[in-house]
Every structure is written in C-alpha cells, then in structure tokens.
C-alpha cells in the first residue's frame, strides 16, 4: 500500500533573500519554484496551475547582527484555490491536510469535503486536518472552528489581546472545535499547546548560538509540528520539536541545513 502522504493548501511565494548574481529572469519565478520543490521532493502533481496572475515575490532584507528581517511583498493578482480546485484532489492519497488561512469560506467548503469523506472511514484512516490562522483578518477567524489542529500566530493573539500564548489558548479555545489542539508559537518565549484534557503543554525556544535569519522559522515550526503528530508523536514531543527544528533554522539562511541535524526524525 503507497504511502499517505501530506497536502499543504494555500499560495506559493518566491522570497528572494540574497542574490548573488541577478534576480531571476522575467517570467521564470514559476519555474525556478517547481524545481526547488523537486529538488527536495515535494511532490507536486496536486499543484492548481493559474493561468492568470503572477507568482507573488517577496524581497527580504535580514539584518546580520540581530537576524531579523523586513519583507516588502509584490502581492499579485495570483487567485486562490478554490472549493472546485480541492474537489479534483484524490484524498485517498492524505493522511494529514494542512490549510494556510487565506480565502476562508472556500477552505471551509474544502474541510467540509474532508468531513464527508472521513465519515465513511474508521477513525485510524481519516485524514487529520490542522489550519493556520496567521493573519489578523476577520474572514479567517471561521477556521478556528474547522481544524483538528489548529495554529494561532502571536499577531492574531495580540489582536485579541492576549499578551501570552497560555492566555491566548485560554482565551480562544472556545473557538476551536470539540476534542481539537489549539497551538501558539511565541517566538523566543517558546510555543504552547492546549488540547481536549485542558492541560497546557509548553515548550521552551531553542535558540541558536548566533541569530542569522528568523524568515520561515514560523512555517518550520508549523511543519515540524505536524510532522511528529502525523507520525504517531505525543503532543508535548511535537511541540518540542518544533521549537527545536524552528530554532535550528534561526541559526542560518535557508532550510537544508536542517535535515543535518534532524535526519533521524
């Protein structure tokens, strides 16, 4: 039996951080994306081709004495996946569907469809759904209710003015569905967790020695997350992991240096 793997809904982005030669040519942003995905093997059959709009293309300036960075987006006229997109999906093939917040009510139809299809399942063969609600836009706030996992930014908690993530779960766990995870990343005080049995799991940050670039420590945290509860892991253990995957990344540019330390899972 192949493998169930995991399928990652929302937008692509090329994030052009450090050029050495030249930016990429005109109208190669697509390209230069799907071979960066096939050179880590992220499969790609499942991808929505547009035939309108253009690639967005953040330009991201790191400082090199603190890490962090500023992000000036050419945010495009690049649609959305719609409800229609997602239905064209073979969910035989998933085990876990993670959706990053984007056009709502379409990905609240697509979690509906995921629903239906679970019904008809055991519960050891229905695919895990987990949503991210990053942005600080009322239209996304609907997802709380929708995910199994659910993620919550420190700007979203900010926003409804929480100053901790142990109060932003405490806070917003009324949102989220029966018998699912609330998650909030807090950058260097670590991350939280609150489940069903009402205990708060905690992780604290991992730092590394020197903070190069924190760009995509949010998303590797997200994604190790789901890694180690995909697998079976506890949720204190994919916590943790988390914090620690998202740490080793602070700790130079980009994202292959991570598998160095982590390739035993």
């Not at 969910?91 to 990905?107: D, S, V, Y």
């Not at 989220?176 to 939280?192: I, N, P, R, S, Y």
Request: glycine residues 8%; contains cysteine.
């Amino acid at each position: 039996m192949e493998q169930r793997r995991i399928l990652c809904v929302g937008l692509v982005c090329l994030d052009i951080i450090n050029v050495v030669d030249k930016y990429p040519e005109e109208d190669t942003d697509s390209s230069f994306i799907v071979n960066d995905f096939l050179r880590r093997s992220v499969e790609t059959s499942a991808v929505v081709w547009q035939v309108k709009g253009q690639t967005p293309c953040a330009c991201c300036v790191v400082c090199p004495s603190s890490g962090s960075r500023t992000v000036v987006l050419s945010d495009t006229n690049l649609p959305d996946v719609t409800e229609n997109d997602f239905s064209k999906v073979d969910l035989r093939q998933f085990k876990w569907i993670h959706i990053e917040g984007r056009n709502a009510e379409q990905q609240v139809k697509m979690i509906q469809q995921v629903q239906i299809y679970n019904s008809r399942l055991p519960q050891q063969q229905r695919i895990t759904v987990s949503v991210e609600i990053e942005k600080t836009r009322e239209e996304l706030y609907q997802l709380f209710a929708h995910g199994d996992v659910v993620f919550v930014s420190k700007d979203v908690a900010r926003h409804f003015g929480f100053q901790t993530a142990q109060t932003a779960l405490r806070g917003l766990y009324s949102r989220v569905k029966q018998g699912a995870v609330l998650v909030c990343a807090w950058a260097e005080h670590g991350a939280d967790a609150l489940g069903p049995d009402g205990l708060l799991i905690h992780s604290d940050a991992f730092p590394p020695e020197t903070l190069v670039d924190t760009l995509g420590a949010g998303d590797t945290f997200n994604a190790a997350v789901i890694y180690k509860l995909s697998n079976g892991g506890s949720l204190q253990d994919a916590l943790t992991f988390g914090c620690r995957v998202a740490g080793r990344k602070c700790g130079f540019h980009g994202y292959d240096d991570i598998s160095e330390e982590f390739s035993d899972g």
